[in-house]
């Protein structure tokens, strides 16, 4: 999945792996994974796939490099064409529980 597939001279470093160190919050070993990440912008929700990030093997907090946090907020910004659009269901929670 390219989410800046224009400038050519960029495609090396995208493609090397980032080493993480501990777990901020509990020392735990971070190792890079591919997740699912939510975005939201304005009154948007965009839903990224495959996106690596450093995900901590003990509390599960994730940790995202600068190039890649950079890369999801081109890809809003730009309003660059999704692969797909899903719809997402809204609850508003009193409607849900009658008074
Ligand atoms: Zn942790």
Not at 29 to 36: A, G, H, K, T, Y
Request: proline share 6%; aromatic share 10%; glycine share 8%.
């Amino acid at each position: 999945m390219a989410l800046v597939g224009r400038s050519s001279h960029q495609e090396g470093t995208n493609k090397m792996k980032h080493k993480y160190g501990p777990c901020t919050f509990c020392g735990g070993e971070v190792s890079e994974r591919l997740i699912e990440h939510e975005y939201r912008w304005q009154a948007e929700l965009f839903l990224f796939e495959k996106v690596p990030a450093g995900v901590c093997q003990q509390c599960g907090e994730v940790y995202f490099t600068i190039d890649t946090v950079k890369a999801l907020e081109q890809a809003v910004l730009s309003k660059a064409r999704p692969q797909r659009t899903i719809q997402v269901p809204v609850f508003v929670y009193p409607e849900l529980v009658p008074a």
